[in-house]
């Protein structure tokens, strides 16, 4: 840890210039879960034109009840296959929504620099103090022969 005295001028303040991470992490998230809709749209669509294809055989073998079942499974495929895809335009929508890529603005952490600030605020107000004290005493001394002295008590 530094002593408070040998702070510099710039301890304190840190800058932090760069991308913002905050609006990348949720382009990443949304772009995960576009691709997730994506593919969950591609094998509902798969499974639907598979499902299609089995009422066509079922229509032309002539079958009744069963042909009545897969109409039933592809009508109901449809359906899950539509709000698949209203749930990928969504998903499409919020990845336009983003704008270009910004910059994070120059953060100071401004409780470190009030820190900062007051330590050697307090520091030159000591030596004041000190210099002061040290003028209107009959004895003549230093800033260390008191500081010895102090710790000794």
């Not at 002539?62 to 359906?79: I, P, T, V, Y």
């Not at 990845?95 to 600030?117: C, L, N, S, V, Y």
């Amino acid at each position: 840890m530094i002593e408070h005295g040998a702070l510099d001028i710039n301890a304190g303040r840190k800058t932090m210039v760069g991308p913002d991470r905050h609006q990348q992490r949720a382009e990443a998230k949304v772009r995960v879960s576009l691709e997730a809709a994506q593919s969950r749209v591609e094998k509902k669509r798969r499974a639907l034109e598979a499902k299609r294809e089995q009422v066509a055989e079922s229509a032309a073998k002539g079958h009744g009840k069963r042909l009545e079942q897969r109409q039933r499974a592809a009508a109901e495929l449809e359906q899950e296959l539509s709000e698949a895809e209203q749930h990928e335009a969504r998903w499409h929508e919020q990845e336009r929504g983003f704008k270009a890529p910004k910059t994070r603005a120059d953060r100071d952490f401004r409780k470190q620099t009030i820190m900062t600030i007051r330590t050697l605020f307090l520091e030159n107000l000591l030596r004041a103090f000190m210099s002061v004290l040290l003028a209107v005493l009959p004895e003549k001394g230093s800033g260390e022969q008191v500081a010895v002295q102090d710790k000794k008590i």
